[in-house]
């Protein structure tokens, strides 16, 4: 499906910036700098510039008369996948992780539905309804794991020199990967397991993408035949 509507186009993005400009906000106002630190806070962050500088380039466009289009699609595919990840992992480790210990009044805070819950899937959705497909490479996917390993190499580097994070008592922003409670070996092999299931995930959203532009090039031959049928 590909929604060819400029103001809805234009509202949609608009909307996503202003959902994770909430959440950004919260953390910036309370003086919670140590948040960035989590990848939930940085990758609605990476929202909120890449749906904000999309809404600006495509306001210029329609000043233009000009339709709107997905603001560098690639970058698009890589802000999907990281903002996925961040649904993925909260929704089916960190949420019964935080049930488990008695720590799961804050899933219905208001802030803890924007950023794990509404910005990921308007993303998704913002994807799946307004984003032509099929314009990845193939080895798209591999670099868009340069983002949570890069985040994972600044947090073990971080940890031994820097304080807690937050209120918290631990350098480290989740458990799975908390070098003082589990160990460098369980670390590793969860760092590892993470990073399978994240190439996994990055190349069944690269291959719904490729076989829905496949699908989409067919639907416009088939509007050209028959337009040049009618024509004859």
């Known amino acids: 499906m590909y929604i060819k509507n400029n103001w809805l186009f234009m509202v949609y993005k608009l909307l996503i910036a202003v959902f994770a400009a909430y959440g950004l906000q919260f953390h910036m106002r309370t003086g919670s700098w140590s948040d960035f630190n989590y990848y939930t806070v940085l990758s609605n962050a990476a929202c909120f510039l890449y749906f904000l500088c999309s809404f600006t380039v495509n306001v210029r466009r ?35 992780e935080a049930f488990r210990m008695g720590n799961g009044g804050s899933f219905y805070s208001v802030l803890n539905m924007v950023q794990h819950y509404i910005v990921p899937v308007g993303v998704i959705f913002d994807w799946l309804l307004f984003c032509p497909k099929g314009r990845w490479h193939r080895y798209d996917p591999a670099a868009w794991l340069l983002a949570p390993l890069f985040y994972f190499v600044y947090i073990l580097i971080r940890a031994p020199f820097a304080g807690n994070i937050g209120d918290t008592s631990s350098p480290y922003p989740y458990s799975f990967i908390d070098v003082q409670a589990l160990g460098v070996g369980i670390v590793a092999r969860n760092a590892l397991l993470v990073t399978v299931a994240m190439l996994l995930l990055a190349y069944i959203v690269y291959f719904i993408d490729y076989g829905l532009g496949v699908l989409q090039r067919r639907r416009v031959c088939r509007l050209n035949i028959r337009k040049m049928q009618r024509a004859a």
Not at 62 to 91: M, N, Q, S
């Open 62 to 96: 329609l000043l233009h008369d000009r339709h709107v289009v997905t603001w560098k699609p690639r970058l698009e595919g890589a802000v999907v996948f990281c903002i996925t990840v961040t649904f993925l992992i909260y929704h089916f480790i960190l949420r019964p």
